[in-house]
């Protein structure tokens, strides 16, 4: 594998700027540098782990600091339920409070001075009758009288026009634009709040400005807002943050209404921030329609990239991850070139296709600190490939784990089988998150219930994608077959699927259950595939092939049918693929002339030949895949 040169991730040197940090994402990274230039809204849409908090992070530092405010609340001596609001520039707010608060000690130094007396004297005459003129009783007066001098002191207050006004933002020593995550906030989180008062009346209330409480987007003023998973916000709080975009300012009151603080409301509070919304394509469906249309007028929508090239520049990039990461964790140690080789390795394995590197980079940063932590354990002061190693077993998703326990479970109990042949059942392979598992399907005929014709008829928890595969498999057979089967129900069931099935990735495996049920020819049980096929017999590409075969061996398969499309997507070590048969299939025809076992009469299995047109003269399939089924 080639890389630039180093002895060990030490080498590599980390860039200082975060967003200069962010993998693969160039594109996004000069948007976002346009946007922090002219002020502009984001929304970056993606899977998760592919850099989207970092971006907004990133992007933070790209702001002026000489921008910053102070944000302090006065009261308001005209009205106290609604505060007046200060705007300064970042670090006058301290001053301004501390010369409120000068102002304040003056003015309360002769009543402090006047209690202090008053409680001196107490004290003297009750120490004095208690111990010299020997009344005990006066001390238990003594205490009483001190008691109500103090709550006393609490009634008395100073004018209102010396008041210490609430610094609500503080701005003074911030190194950078602020940053701040609101993912998940609640109204009063996000929007700002107003505390309950308890004691509102008797001279122990408390002054409403100082109950005042700032929100995200108020925090944020002048920085950045970061909301992953937009759509989690109510639509009442995402009407809310549009009118905050839009104003670039906001009132803050309280959010409950049976809070005394529902009856104060502040003037308009700044929220001129930049807002980077984050989330994946679903959650669009929850975005407030008005919102999108604000942050597209005003901003950029960026489609974050999952995938990137194999190639040595970006291999090195890679490098330059795993240094990174190792710098920032700062508990384990850096990674030699054998350990940094099997890391890409493994983002090769995870992209899933050929010639691509995974940018779910927060998954392969779990990787290495796993391997790092396996390395300190074992007292070593550099990680090495045999760390890596076993790190993969120790950081297994937990996906992989059920899925672990789910092959070994079925084994046990014969849910499926890995030897001999069986008329109508099949081995099919699915992904749990993402790791492989077996998935087991049967099919039986059956004489139809209904006078007009039969039915395909399957169960299993199938869901819509899978539903529709199977009618696109019924639909095959029906226009392919040389039989007449519309006297008979066709039964489809797959075996203890008790989470449910969802994707077309089985379709070959149903149509070989199904033609082997017909037919009556059995099916080679050391056999499992995976594929879909169209309603011409082409079996079509699907994703996880490579977790779908480390399935397959562990479960004992011994070959293991694909779909050509997906022949360079194949990421095994050298042992497992001396463990295992792989062959890549385009049509049908050559699915079924692999997982069937004949037996003598050799008419049936030129049958099956013609049952589905084999690719044209010169195709590539006929060119790879002779009729041994030459194994990848």
Do not use: C, W
């Not at 995870?350 to 391997?371: E, Q």
């Amino acid at each position: 594998m080639k890389l630039m040169k180093f002895k060990t991730t030490e080498d590599i040197e980390v860039p200082k700027n975060l967003i200069d940090q962010v993998i693969g994402q160039e594109p996004a990274v000069d948007t976002l540098k346009k946007a922090a230039l002219q002020k502009r809204h984001i929304l970056l849409i993606g899977e998760p782990g592919t850099g989207k908090s970092m971006l907004g992070q990133g992007m933070s530092e790209l702001l002026p600091l000489e921008e910053l405010e102070d944000i302090l609340i006065h009261p308001n001596l005209a009205d106290k339920n609604n505060p007046r609001v200060e705007v300064v520039k970042a670090g006058e707010g301290e001053k301004i409070v501390a010369k409120f608060k000068e102002q304040r000690k003056r003015a309360e130094a002769p009543i402090n001075t006047m209690f202090k007396i008053l409680f001196l004297s107490i004290i003297f005459l009750t120490l004095y009758s208690t111990i010299i003129m020997g009344n005990p009783y006066v001390l238990f007066g003594g205490i009483i009288a001190s008691v109500f001098l103090l709550m006393g002191r609490q009634y008395i207050k100073i004018k209102d026009d010396v008041l210490v006004p609430k610094l609500l933002v503080n701005n003074s020593k911030k190194k950078e634009a602020p940053f701040i995550d609101a993912t998940g906030s609640h109204a009063g989180a996000l929007l700002g709040d107003v505390r309950h008062d308890p004691f509102q009346s008797g001279g122990l209330e408390t002054p409403s400005h100082e109950l005042v409480e700032a929100g995200a987007i108020h925090r944020a003023n002048k920085g950045v807002l970061f909301i992953d998973e937009l759509a989690t916000l109510s639509i009442e709080s995402q009407h809310d943050l549009l009118s905050a975009l839009q104003n670039h300012e906001y009132f803050i009151t309280g959010q409950s209404e049976r809070s005394s603080g529902a009856m104060i409301r502040t003037e308009p509070v700044p929220t001129d921030f930049i807002l980077v919304a984050a989330g994946n394509l679903s959650v669009m469906k929850g975005v407030h329609p008005a919102l999108r249309s604000r942050i597209r007028g005003y901003g950029y929508e960026i489609y974050m990239k999952d995938l990137m090239d194999d190639t040595q520049k970006n291999r090195d990039k890679l490098v330059r991850f795993i240094s990174q990461e190792v710098t920032k964790d700062k508990k384990i140690p850096h990674f030699d070139r054998a350990a940094v080789g099997e890391i890409i390795r493994e983002a090769q394995k995870r992209a899933g296709r050929k010639g691509k590197l995974t940018l779910k980079l927060r998954g392969l940063g779990g990787l290495v600190r796993a391997s790092g932590d396996v390395a300190k354990n074992e007292k070593s002061n550099i990680v090495k490939k045999e760390h890596v190693l076993k790190a993969k077993d120790l950081s297994k998703s937990l996906e992989q784990q059920i899925a672990d326990r789910y092959i070994s479970m079925k084994k046990d109990y014969d849910v499926y089988k890995t030897e001999g042949e069986e008329v109508g059942r099949v081995n099919g392979l699915a992904i749990i998150g993402d790791s492989g598992v077996i998935l087991p399907i049967v099919s039986e005929g059956a004489p139809a219930h209904s006078r007009n014709e039969g039915k395909i008829i399957a169960t299993g928890k199938l869901k819509t994608i899978a539903r529709e595969a199977i009618q696109n498999v019924s639909a095959l057979i029906k226009k392919h077959s040389g039989r007449d089967i519309s006297n008979f129900d066709i039964h489809i069931q797959f075996l203890q699927t008790y989470e449910g099935v969802e994707g077309d990735s089985a379709s070959i495996s149903v149509a070989t259950a199904v033609i082997s049920a017909l037919e009556n020819i059995p099916i080679d049980q050391s056999v499992a595939m995976t594929g879909s096929v169209s309603v011409r017999g082409e079996v079509l590409p699907v994703g996880g092939v490579t977790a779908k075969i480390e399935a397959a061996i562990a479960a004992g398969i011994k070959t293991v049918i694909i779909p050509y499309g997906n022949r360079g997507d194949i990421m095994l070590d050298k042992k497992n693929k001396a463990k295992i048969k792989i062959i890549p299939a385009k049509t049908l025809s050559t699915v079924l002339e692999a997982a069937l076992v004949p037996g003598d009469d050799k008419s049936l299995m030129e049958k099956i030949k013609d049952f589905i047109p084999a690719p044209p003269a010169g195709s590539i399939e006929k060119a790879v895949l002779p009729k041994k089924h030459k194994a990848l």
